[in-house]
């Protein structure tokens, strides 16, 4: 903000030096009172300090009310100034037709700025000046116009910047959204793959099975460090998600639970854009089995747009839908894809991905 005022008072500050010091000196050589050249001078300065003031109060205010009233106030002034003066001054009028033209709305520009032009053009007509000094009213109007153009240009430039900062500030919270889904589904599956094994492998260290404790806690070792891996692929933004790795992985875990697994052997009939998100639904489902369902058993269906998960436990889930399922329907809903969820009349639960 500093950078654009300062250059603003550098650029005014020439316009001001052009000619409000030469109208200043033409008052105070003139044959006025003393009195009235002093109040003339400052309200000459007044003028000429307003311009520069005021536009860096309009440009950063948000009532299109109070702008109207200070260039109205700024106008007032000006015309003081030339009435005051004389029909030869009007020229003192372009700073602030053309601040007028470019800050307001363009019906009130217009208004407030062809208000001034027709007043000019009145005075001069009555007092017989028009063509002498009606030159000064094509170089106002052309100013006018050209301001009104620029000042459209400027709020639209000022729109699309607002606009950019939106779309930035939703595409930082799109990709926190993302690294929330992406590490709940990673953490979430891996941790409590790897709370089984270690459960399993310290139930066999209790029955004297060391050799199979042994290749469980290489298990757990190895999940270990695919988690790791996983959360730095997610956190890097390249990770993929494979439906029929995601489909080997759901056997392997569910038998360890000791939950018969009935999943399919292939997965190519799946839309193939489809595999990743049914990956990600997949991951998530078996997921919740091993956490809440207390089932025996879990079978898998896919079809080429839908994916289907039962199991015979419990039914839980039931009630508002946890991080899990929201991320699901976040990830289905681009697709036009949605996510059903509940507890089976005759006991278990089912999740469905279906995109239509």
Known sequence: MWHTNGRWFLFGSVFVLLYIPAVIYDVVVSDRGATQRAVLVLVIVAYGAGWLV???????????????????????????????????????????????????????????????????????????????????LGTLLSISLGMLAIGRMVRANRALSLAQEEIAALARTEERNRLARDLHDVLGHSLTTITLKAGVARRLLERESPDRALAEIREVEDLTRQALSDVRATVSGYREVSLSAEVVGARAVLRAAGIEADLPNAVDNVRP???????????????????????????????????????????????????????????????????????LTDGGYRLRAEVS
């Open 54 to 136: 005021a536009p860096l109060w309009l440009w950063s205010s948000g009532s299109e009310d109070v702008n109207t009233l200070i260039c109205l106030a700024l106008t007032a002034n000006g015309l003081v100034v030339v009435y005051w003066l004389g029909m030869g001054y009007a020229g003192l009028m372009v700073y602030i037709v053309s601040t007028v033209a470019i800050v307001l709305p363009p019906w009130r520009a217009i208004v407030i700025d062809g208000s001034v032009l027709v007043a000019l053009a009145v005075t001069m007509y009555l007092t017989q000046d028009l063509p002498r000094d009606g030159g000064q």
């Open 273 to 343: 854009e489809l595999q990743g998100v049914f990956g990600y639904v997949l991951r998530e489902a078996v997921t919740n089995v091993l956490r809440h369902a207390a089932a025996t058993r879990c079978s898998v269906r896919l079809g080429d747009t839908w994916l289907e998960v039962r199991d015979n436990g419990r039914g839980a889930g039931v009630g508002t839908p946890g991080t899990g399922l929201r991320g699901l329907s976040e990830r289905l809903a681009p697709l036009g894809g949605t996510v059903l969820a509940g507890p």
